[in-house]
């Protein structure tokens, strides 16, 4: 009886083993049940993804994620790392993570060392608060599918997180979810953009309101020419507290003027300079009675004895250096700078606003009524003069006084003071501001080289085209100048700069050049281009069923006039006609004049800002094509005959 117990048990055993092996052989979310609908345009599939986060009060949260991710092939990689930033705020208590063969079968656990722990730095960052946590699990054999679960705990809060089902370009989703808890007592907001109706539900529970939002099938994003950030056109909820403490310091974002409230708190008694330095400024402007000419000179100053580093210190990185501690070390990130900038101007007398911006990816304040932390990621200087306002870039060596790129131009910023904070627009430029005007004049010698003196004035956002190789060397200009320029045969003979640093930037260039193989012979003719200079060669490509706006960021004109000396011994055969264009995109013009063995081309392109439907995007690229073609037109010159 024993014995047959014992088999009998060996038998349940190996049995139940049996029955385990196959359930951990279970296939999870095999890559051929992705409707193909899904697999169009894309690198990589959200198979799933839960986020759920928790609050318990004005700073106390917690956050978890489960995420499972098909990578099609190789342009999906990135979608198979995970980065989680943390700060002495927040923790992240768990990790953990899977890799799936095509099948579904699991090839591999996330161990200790797929996760690094590293300082989170941007380019030119010193050193900071701020820390990255990455993890990945990535094979070459492709398609394959990872699987992750971390959860984040939050002991202080000033941000919420973001909903974005799609985080990037061709990359599609079966099922994603978004789960926000709090008490029925506590304030939580919250903005919906590109959503469904019928996508959000609201529930209830013991004292608890839950927040949900679900979305399924969502299709790939390709890239397209012209067109803005991603996010503006894809499904995200947007959430975000009203009161909040924040290492130390609370704060309300009930309103724009109360956050800024918030923050010019965290400047109070940070912008003051030993009295040695105050003497010796006081002392650099004592002849200047102009308050512009003032700001100029001490802007100036400030970038001669600075330079950036980005660094992530202190409150969340929302609270500047001391402006002694900058003046000491001369350096500083944004915030840092921008704040010295405004101690060098108290010394004086003058006043400046500290501002919060947009800059880059950023596009700076787009929802006046629904403050958020993130909306601004850099930090300028607004100087309030009469009739006038001067913008101060101060990260920048080599910025004008009163100059904003288009990093930061045209966006709505947070100017603040010690009577309140304000929502203002940075200046944007016109077209005619925005220019680059050309004047060359060229000699063409019988045999078709030419020699050739041009100049060229780079104005407003065109100044940035030159800007970046005027602090190069001579050897390294020349350079650039060889690379840009599409003149075959090409030499340079000589080239100069010279840069006035006014409120609109520009640059004056001059070039010596020449060509010995620049025309077309053919027999007893010569085929000469007319626009030498500055041919628009390439168009935006075509697109297909285009999904998304047509963006121009910014206007800008240019003005070409070029005088051509015919050889001797030659007679123009055939003249081109100039070619008119207008469109709701901008405006060309071309002339063509023949006079004393002379011929004066003149262009003029304008192109306009904005956005525009999709279905207008071929009507754009029709215009770009008719420029290509009017720029092409070339001269015919024929040998007199004896």
């Known amino acids: 009886m024993f014995l047959k117990l014992k088999w009998l048990a060996i038998i349940l055993i190996v049995f139940s083993t049996t029955l385990s092996g196959k359930e951990k052989a279970r296939p999870f979310y095999p890559v051929a049940a992705i409707d193909s609908s899904l697999r169009l345009n894309a690198g990589a599939v959200c198979r799933e993804y839960r986020q759920e986060f928790e609050l318990f009060d004005n700073g106390r949260a917690s956050e978890h994620v489960h995420l499972v991710v098909s990578v099609l092939n190789r342009s999906g990689d990135v979608y198979a790392e995970l980065e989680l930033p943390y700060d002495k705020t927040s923790k992240i208590t768990s990790i953990s993570g899977s890799s799936y063969d095509a099948a579904g079968m699991r090839d591999d656990r996330l161990k200790n060392s797929n996760i690094q722990d590293l300082n989170y730095t941007s380019e030119g960052t010193l050193y900071d608060d701020l820390r990255l946590k990455t993890a990945k699990l990535k094979t070459d054999n492709y398609p394959y599918t990872v699987e992750f679960d971390y959860e984040i705990t939050y002991s202080e809060l000033i941000g919420y997180p973001e909903w974005r089902p799609i985080s990037g370009y061709r990359f599609s989703v079966e099922k994603s979810s978004f789960t926000v808890s709090c008490p029925d007592n506590m304030d939580f907001r919250y903005r919906e953009f590109n959503l469904p109706q019928l996508c959000r539900t609201e529930t209830h529970e013991s004292g608890i309101h839950h927040f949900e939002w679900k979305l399924s099938t969502l299709k790939a994003w390709r890239e397209e020419p012209l067109s803005q950030r991603l996010y503006l056109e894809t499904p995200r909820v947007i959430t975000a507290p009203v009161k909040f403490t924040y290492c130390g310091y609370s704060g309300s974002m009930n309103s724009w003027d109360d956050f800024g409230k918030w923050h010019f708190k965290l400047l109070e008694g940070r912008d003051q300079l030993p009295a040695k330095r105050q003497e010796e400024i006081r002392d650099l402007v004592k002849e200047l009675k102009d308050t512009a000419q003032i700001v100029r000179k001490l802007y100036e100053y400030m970038q001669s004895r600075t330079h ?320 290509i073609n009017a720029d092409k037109v070339k001269l015919v010159l024929k040998i007199e005959a004896n």
């Open 308 to 627: 950036y580093v980005g660094i992530q210190m202190g409150i969340g990185g929302y609270q500047p250096f001391p402006a002694e501690t900058v003046d000491h070390l001369g350096y500083g990130d944004c915030k840092a700078l921008s704040n010295y900038m405004k101690a060098l101007l108290n010394a004086v007398g003058i006043t400046s606003d500290y501002t919060i911006a947009g800059t880059g990816y950023n596009q700076g304040i787009t929802m006046t009524d629904f403050p958020t932390v993130n909306q601004c990621n850099h930090a300028i200087l607004c100087v309030p003069l009469s009739g006038d306002t001067i913008w101060l870039e101060c990260t920048s060596q080599t910025s004008p006084c009163g100059y904003l790129s288009t990093s930061t131009a045209g966006r709505k910023v947070l100017t603040m003071n010690s009577r309140g904070s304000r929502i203002v627009n940075t200046p944007l430029l016109t077209a005619e501001q925005s220019s680059q005007c050309r004047s060359g004049e060229v000699k063409i010698s019988p045999t078709g080289s030419i020699e050739a003196v041009v100049k060229t004035t780079y104005a407003g956002y065109q100044y940035n085209n030159i800007s970046q190789i005027l602090t190069e060397n001579k050897q390294d200009q020349e350079k650039a100048l060889y690379e840009k320029s599409g003149i075959t045969g090409l030499v340079i003979s000589g080239f100069s700069y010279e840069v006035n640093k006014i409120k609109v930037p520009q640059v004056v260039e001059k070039i010596t050049l020449s060509s010995p193989i620049f025309t077309s012979k053919t027999g007893s003719r010569l085929f000469i281009p007319l626009n030498i200079f500055n041919q628009m060669e390439s168009a935006p490509a075509r697109v297909d069923n285009r999904t998304m706006a047509v963006y121009r960021q910014y206007a800008y004109l240019d003005k070409d006039s070029v005088l051509l000396r015919l050889p001797v011994g030659f007679k123009v055969e055939t003249l081109p006609h100039g070619k008119t264009l207008n469109s709701e995109f901008g405006a060309y013009c071309s002339t063509i004049a023949l006079k004393d063995n002379q011929v004066l081309y003149q262009r003029k392109l304008k192109m306009n800002r904005g956005i525009w439907p999709k279905e207008k995007y071929n009507a754009l690229i029709d215009f770009y094509a008719a420029i």
